[in-house]
């Protein structure tokens, strides 16, 4: 196929038709061309640049940048805030907290004004306390937008009963929205992670992806092997018996 772009008798015999465009107007469509592909170029140059940097680093060469970047650049730094602001808000805790009696009101109380707090009272020697706090480590930084709390029961309450041990309290604007006290709320050693994230979740403090209680899977496997253990009624007696 013949380049129209060459110098030929026949591309000559066309351009005079109009059919295909002068040799002037090929040279303005090539360089209109090559410019905006140098543009391209540019502003993917100044985007590569300053999406690498830090908030601090745009502000310290923000003078090197023209002025037809200056609103690209303004809006990607907003972006940017806004996104590092959100991190900060869903990644607030992220880790079981250990407090004393004299922390209580500032970070249960007062904390819990505006966000949920989990405080687990325990003492050091109970078994089922320390596999609570072992499970409430893995769902503080499952949900690190929740306060998990930890604290020696005693000094939180004084002369709290161990027999109450494990006890977790769940706070919301200062007040109680739930409450587990003693071992048989939590099923004994047996309990699983999962489990308690769906106890908890019933409090609304959490918001689960579990689809089903864990326990219910438990409590039906259960009923069915004790189903299938009782024996099965004879419809007619046996003639031996009577």
Known sequence: MQDPNEDTEWNDILRKKGILPSKEKLEEQRQAEEER??????QQSIVKTYEDMTLEELEDNEDEFNEEDEHAI?????QRIAEWKASQLTKKFGELLEISGQDYVQEITKASKDIWVILH???QGIPLCALINQHLNGLAKKFPEVKFVKAISTTCIPNYPDRNLPTIFVYLEGDIKAQFIGPLVFGGMNLTRDELEWKISESGAIKTDLEENPRKQIQDQLMTSIKCSVPTRREESDPEDD
């Open 37 to 42: 592909e140098q543009q391209i170029l540019q």
């Open 74 to 78: 303004e809006m990607y730094r907003q």
């Open 121 to 123: 009272l325990y003492k």
